[in-house]
């Protein structure tokens, strides 16, 4: 079996959002330039807080110009910051889903990823493995090799259950290797985990193929959940992208677009849009990169372990 070359990555870009609070950002926090965007957003995104003129460019052709990107604290390089399949310019909330590309080197630090998320998404990050990333493709992923003991590895994203109240999808893309196994958890503060354990079983099916599957989360059943844990259990285990996002009704769209668009997240056929779902209930709204198209499958909250 043939795997990306990919390499490992040291990373060497402390996070700004992190460390200086942009998500918090005030009109007294500096600007070197006084283009209008604070310092710590440009350093985080990698524009020049030197340059005034980069404030008007839109590098991602999404119709948003870069001061107007600050403004709602969007990616001015990603069209589409939380991939939910509605640019920038038209979503009433860009950022209503929490989307991670695990090991991409300007968001990651030490363990950490960090990008901007929902109120409700604390952050996430690794314990074990490495971070790799292609430098030519620029795809970058968390990996855990095969030699590695069982249950060595795992990601995590943390939530803020005070905010948090609903139930989330959690659409995961990863390499299916055979003879591994990978697992889903729900922790509590503590690291405790919620319940039984192992929400879905093992998610390698051995098809030795790139994978998106979509998972229901019961987090109105576990109300002390806290933490969604993506656990090895054996094996050699590669993930990509994780997306975690507000979506009652299994339908594609997330709670915002379904308030955007009038509809109800609680009802299915309320929607009279172009989001439809396969009979597996995977949405044609695509989490991938390069466009791999979506062959996975979706859990529903009633088939986990009680």
């Known amino acids: 079996m043939k ?144 030699t590695e003991p069982p249950n060595v590895g795992r990601l995590s994203i943390k939530l803020d259950r005070s905010i948090l109240t609903n139930n989330l999808l959690y659409a995961l893309h990863y390499l299916d290797i055979s003879n591994s196994s990978l697992y889903v958890d729900l922790l509590d503060t503590n690291g405790a985990v919620v319940g039984n354990g192992d929400l879905f079983g093992n998610l390698m099916t051995g098809s030795n193929r790139e994978t998106i599957v979509r998972l229901a989360l019961p987090l109105v059943e576990y109300t002390n959940a806290s933490i969604v844990q993506l656990r090895r259990g054996a094996g050699e285990v590669t993930v990509f992208e994780s997306q975690l996002y507000i979506d009652e009704d299994g339908d594609g769209l997330d709670a915002d677009q379904e308030r955007q668009l009038g509809t109800s997240d609680y009802r299915i056929n309320s929607d009279d849009v172009s989001f439809t779902c396969s009979p597996s209930g995977s949405s044609t709204n695509n989490l991938a990169l390069g466009g791999l198209t979506d062959t996975g499958y979706a859990v529903d909250s009633t088939n986990h372990n009680p």
């Open 3 to 146: 795997h990306r070359a990919l390499v490992l990555v040291i990373p060497v870009l402390i996070s700004a959002l992190a460390l200086i609070g942009v998500a918090d950002h005030h009109p007294e926090d500096p600007d070197t330039d006084n283009d209008g965007m604070p310092d710590a957003y440009e350093l985080f995104f990698g524009l020049n807080p030197t340059n005034r003129a980069d404030a008007h460019l839109d590098f991602d052709g999404d119709g948003l110009n870069n001061l107007q990107e600050a403004a709602l604290l969007t990616d001015p390089f990603a069209s589409d910051t939380d991939r939910d399949g509605f640019a920038d310019d038209i979503d009433a909330n860009p950022i209503s889903r929490a989307y991670i590309q695990w090991g991409a080197p300007q968001f990651t630090t030490g363990d950490n990823y960090d990008y901007v998320r929902p109120e409700w998404c604390l952050g996430a990050y690794k314990t074990g493995g490495e971070w790799l990333a292609d430098i030519t493709t620029m795809q970058s992923a968390w990996h855990a090799a095969s």
